[in-house]
């Protein structure tokens, strides 16, 4: 089946520096792919959507400078938290649709749990 | 826009208890509906997926079911197992893709 490997599975950073996540399909094209966000006991919400070869459409209340997308091939995204800080802790995870299936399944990468101290 | 809901927050049952995940959401405009299992810290497995124009799905000991016209899905899960302890959610997928509040459960040993 389809495979999302994100990388790093967990980090941690001074406040203050940027940290990039890495999101990439393993075995099929992603022409899109979304990254959430989940506070602890809270569900995962939708930060953004990367678009292959376009820029990223943010969700309402999502900084786009601060978090930063680059969706440069179909197979991978990147999220960079840029001059994180304290309040940016939390567990990132993304996803992608495997255009070429036809159950319209999302499968998802297994999540950074990022520390800013 | 669509909201997902699920009941109940927290369920703690002892092993061996069949139990009932309960999902709904407001707009049934959906391509499919996904159950997923989350353990603490970790990422997201999928457990069942459900096509808008399917009833219900299987898969062991767990079996889904939709009703698309009310917005309501539910997670059976038969012979409950501790290993089956975990956060349980739900999403549905229209234009994007809405994640329940999910449901923490407890098997007791």
């Known amino acids: 089946g389809a495979v999302v490997s994100q990388h790093p599975s967990w980090v941690i950073c001074k406040s203050g520096t940027s940290v990039k996540i890495e999101c990439r399909s393993l075995d099929f094209q992603a022409t899109t792919m979304f990254w959430y966000r989940q506070f602890p006991k809270q569900s995962l919400m939708l930060m953004a959507t990367s678009n292959e070869g376009s820029k990223a459409t943010y969700e309402q209340g999502v900084e786009k400078d601060k978090f930063l997308i680059n969706h440069a091939s179909l197979t991978l995204s990147t999220l960079t938290v840029t001059s994180a800080h304290p309040e940016d802790s939390s567990f990132y995870i993304c996803?992608?649709?495997?255009?070429?299936?036809?159950?319209?399944?999302?499968?998802f990468g297994s999540g950074t749990r990022l520390t800013v101290v | 826009k669509q909201e997902v809901t699920q009941i109940p927050a927290a369920l703690s049952v002892p092993e061996g208890e069949n139990l009932v995940l309960n999902c709904s959401f407001t707009d049934s405009a959906i391509y499919n509906l996904q159950w997923f299992r989350q353990d603490p810290g970790k990422g997201l497995t999928s457990l069942l997926l459900?096509?808008?124009?399917?009833r219900e799905q299987t898969s062991g000991r767990l079996n889904a079911s939709l009703d698309k016209s009310s917005g309501r899905s539910t997670l059976y899960i038969a012979a409950s197992q501790p290993g089956d302890s975990a956060t349980y959610l739900c999403a549905v997928s229209g234009n994007q893709f809405y994640f329940g509040t999910g449901t923490s459960l407890t098997v007791i040993p």
């Open positions: 996803s992608a649709r495997d255009g070429g299936s036809t159950d319209y399944g999302y499968t």
């Open positions: 459900i096509q808008s124009s399917q």
